[in-house]
């Protein structure tokens, strides 16, 4: 089993910062992509940014110059770093891991975190 848990999420005030961690446990053999997602009021669930084993990321364009997504492959912590924050920033962010559970088990499975609420005030 394994799960992902998201922290750092608040309240802040339109312009400022937060940075959300999510660290996976369990039967971690490797983790390839890492992403984080984010769900506003009334919204669809919509991709952020992405991060490969390696290093690679990728940024939706309303996040870019914005956030900035890093891991750090030793912890299986995925973080992302959010400044000048809008209020249209303001949703549920959920973690996201494509994970291999076992040497022997060539099959990486998806797993989701609960989320966690960033709320940013104008």
């Known amino acids: 089993q394994v799960r992902l848990v998201e922290s750092g999420g608040g309240l802040v005030q339109a312009g400022g910062s937060l940075r959300l961690s999510c660290a996976a446990s369990?039967?971690?053999?490797?983790?390839?992509?890492m992403r984080w997602y984010r769900q506003g009021p009334g919204k669809e669930r919509e991709l952020v940014a992405t991060?490969?084993?390696?290093?690679?990321?990728n940024y939706a364009d309303f996040v870019k110059g914005r956030f900035t997504i890093s891991r750090d492959n030793g912890k299986n912590t995925v973080y992302l770093q959010m400044n000048s924050l809008k209020p249209e920033d303001t949703a549920v962010y959920y973690c996201?891991?494509?994970?291999?559970?076992?040497?022997?088990?060539?099959?990486?499975?998806?797993?989701w975190g609960q989320g966690t609420q960033v709320t940013v005030s104008s």
């Open positions: 369990g039967s971690i053999f490797g983790i390839s992509a």
């Open positions: 991060i490969t084993a390696g290093g690679t990321t």
């Open positions: 996201n891991a494509d994970v291999r559970i076992s040497m022997v088990l060539m099959k990486e499975f998806n797993y």
